[in-house]
Structure formats: C-alpha cells, structure tokens
C-alpha cells in the first residue's frame, strides 16, 4: 500500500472515521487517522480505504468519493478512475445510492463546475450518518365482496408503532413495485409536460404591443450564458454533452433579461436533448455593426428539408411521437420566435439530416 501522508486521506471501516493520513506503521499494520476535531484515531491497515486528493473546486479541497450537490439539489459521487486524471460522476438517490452513471471530466476540469456545485461531504461519512428505520411489515390479503383487500400491521424494530401512511407506501413498493414505480413516472412525466406547456403560453400570452411589457435593460452576455449553462446542467450531466462555449468577454445584449434567459434555454435545451449521448454542443458569439450573433449548434440527428419552413409554427413536431418523447410541446421554437420579433431581432435555422442543427440568433448590443 503507498501512501502520501501530505495528499491522501482514509476512511477507517471499522470506526467510521474519515480524515488525513498522519502516520503508518508497517510493522503493527495500523494507519493514523487524524479527524476533523484533531483527533488520532489508530487503525488497521486491512480496515482502511485510501481516498486520494484530487483538487479543488474554488478554494475547497476534493477527496476521491466526495458528493456534490448541484444547485436543483441532485446529487453526484464524484469516483477517481485508474489513470488517476479521469473522474466519473455518479448520480444518487435519496438513500445515496448509485441509481446512474453519468459524465466523464478531467481531474483538471474539475474547478469549472464551481459555479454549479457544492460539496455536500464524503460518501462514507454521509452514508453512516443516513438515518434507516427497520420495519417489520405484515401484509394480510383477503378476498371480500369480489375484491382483493390489504391489511397492513406494522411495527418497527422497538416494536413501536409506525404512521399509517408509510405502512401504505412502503407496503405499495413491495406488492407492485414495478407497475407502482411505472404509474408513478408517467404521471410524472405529464406534469413536466403540462407545467411546461402553461408556462409557454403565459409566456406567449404576454402583449408585446404595449411596450411597458417588455422590461428592456443593458443584459451581461456572459453572465446570462452561465445562467443557461447552470439551469440545464443536470441534463448536460445526464446525457454525458460536451458543451463548447466561445465568446466575447465581455459582451453585453439589451433586451428583457427574463425572456432572454427563456429564449436561450429553449434553444440550448432543444440542442442537447436531439443530440446522442455523449456527442458536442457548441455555443459560439460575434459582433458585427452592433448587432451580437449567437449560434447554437448541435451534432445531432438534424431536421428533414421539408420540416424547416413549418418549424417556428405553434404546436409544429417534426415527428409527433420522437418529440412528446423528449418532452416537447410543440410551443419551444414559437415562443423562441416571438422573443426575439419582439426584440426586433433574427433568428435563422439551417439543418441537415444526421448532422446537426445551427441556430443563429441576432440581437442588438
């Protein structure tokens, strides 16, 4: 076992205890963990796992197995792989279990994501402080009146009663919890889409002939691409996305801030769900006679030549059943239009079939 005592850390299974390695004796075959609160804690080597230090995010030390927390509050274990300069991040449920493996970065890409994340602990530490409760559940199913009925009795390991409403759902999850699980994400799956489609046609339904309704003001190019960048993180993440941002710095836009951020999500949002995953987003910004030119371009499965007259028309799919699939409206591209109409701007497509998508918006600086 090689261990620099100045960059390593370990965690001792047998204590629980997380820190800084300040010793090692190879004949007694125990390591020195010093804690948080200063503390020496001496255990055995067998007992150890060594948590290399990676880097930092900001000023903020990182560990191999650290969890992150991104600002939608999704969680990520962050795994240092063997060639010691690629990490993994892996998606967490509740109970911090790996539930998805997600994007790929370099150890030094890893203070890039300071904007996004924040550091929640390590792994081994938040995973002994987890609070569990042990249920021992019985479950009665009797036939009555043509029906099947359930009764729940329900007691923990005290054998204290537990809330009727975790018998229900814990006993829910045992009896059908594949078709439970599937009923549970389609309705889940309609509320995104019907929420989505109301805050569109709230958008929409805004009268851009009265001017006071279109809050205009001098807007921070790049601040407002962060912003972008930061809300549709989880799913750049989720989809492995390389994004490729080349802008002015700094470069200013004038216009309505709340639209403008609307305008670009949509557009962003729309290029990284029709790209495969693990493929390339790019976002590239230029001047010319006071006009700022913003191009999101896209590597992926393209637009058919008949479809691209039709695509900013309100409730228009290229293929109906490929986008309610990924969660479209049919509303995205038209609202995307009137942003810009009423910031009396352009926007331009140009597509082909399995190569991409380019969409160039122009706006005043």
Same mark, same amino acid.
């Given at each position: 076992m090689k261990?620099?005592q100045? %960059?390593?850390?370990? #965690? ?9 390695v ?5 004949i ?6 010093l804690t ?10 067998s ?5 290399? !230090?990676?880097?930092y995010? &900001?000023e903020?030390g ?5 969890v992150l927390q ?5 969680? =990520?274990e962050i795994e240092l792989?063997e060639?010691?300069?690629?990490l993994q991040m892996?998606? $967490? ?9 997600g994007?790929f ?8 994501? !300071?904007?996004y994340?924040?550091l929640v602990g +390590?792994? #081994?530490?938040?995973?002994? +402080?987890?609070k569990?409760?042990?249920? +021992?559940?019985t ?12 009764? =729940?009795?329900?007691?923990n390991?005290d ?6 409403i975790?018998?229900?759902? *814990?006993g ?5 919890e594949?078709?439970y ?6 309705v889940?799956?309609?509320? *995104?889409y ?5 805050? !569109?046609f709230l958008y ?7 001017s006071?309704?279109?809050k205009?003001?001098?807007?921070d190019g790049?601040?407002? $691409?962060?912003?972008v960048?930061?809300?549709? $993180?989880?799913?750049? *993440?989720?989809?492995q996305?390389?994004l %490729?941002?080349?802008t ?5 836009? =004038?216009g309505?801030e709340?639209l403008?951020?609307r305008?670009?999500? %949509?557009l ?5 769900k =029709? ?6 987003v790019?976002?590239k910004v230029?001047?010319?006679?006071e ?5 999101? *371009?896209?590597h992926?499965i ?7 007259p039709?695509?900013f028309?309100r409730? #228009? ?7 309610r699939s990924? &969660?479209g409206?049919g ?6 239009k009137?942003i ?11 597509s082909e079939p399995?190569?991409g ?9």
């Open positions: 261990i620099n100045l %960059n390593e850390f370990a #965690y001792d299974k047998e204590s629980k205890v997380i820190g800084g300040a010793g090692i004796d190879f007694k075959q125990t390591l020195t963990i948080d609160d200063d503390d020496l804690v001496v255990a055995k080597l007992d150890v796992e060594i948590l290399a !230090k990676i880097g995010i &900001g903020i990182i560990i191999n197995h650290d991104t600002l939608d509050g999704k969680q =990520y792989q060639d010691g300069v690629t892996h998606l $967490l449920n509740n109970k911090l279990e790996r539930i998805e493996a994007a970065l370099k150890v030094s890409e890893l203070n890039e994501l !300071k904007p994340v924040e +390590n792994i #081994y530490e938040l995973q002994f +402080n987890v569990t409760v042990d249920f +021992n559940i479950i009665v199913r009797s036939f009555l009146g043509g029906e099947y009925r359930y009764h =729940y009795a329900c007691n390991k054998n204290e009663e537990v809330d009727l975790k018998v229900v759902f *814990i829910s999850q045992l009896l059908e594949e078709e699980k599937r009923v549970l994400h389609t889940l799956e309609e509320v *995104i019907l929420s989505d489609m109301v805050e !569109k929409l339904s805004r009268d851009t002939s009265n006071n309704q279109i205009r003001k001098t807007v790049v601040f407002l $691409l962060q912003y960048r930061n809300h549709l $993180l989880p799913l750049i *993440i989720k989809k996305i390389k %490729n941002i080349q002015l710095d700094p470069f200013t836009l =004038y309505d709340d403008l951020r305008l670009f999500i %949509n962003m949002e729309n290029a990284i =029709y790209t495969p995953a693990g493929g390339i790019e976002i230029c001047s010319k006679k006009i700022i030119y913003i191009e999101i *371009i896209d992926g393209g637009i058919p030549p008949e479809h691209l039709f695509i028309q409730f #228009y799919r290229v293929d109906d059943s490929r986008s990924q &969660g409206t509303l995205g591209l038209s609202l995307c009137w810009v109409e009423a910031h009396k701007g352009t926007i331009e497509v140009h399995d190569e998508t380019r969409m160039i918006v122009g706006l005043a600086c």
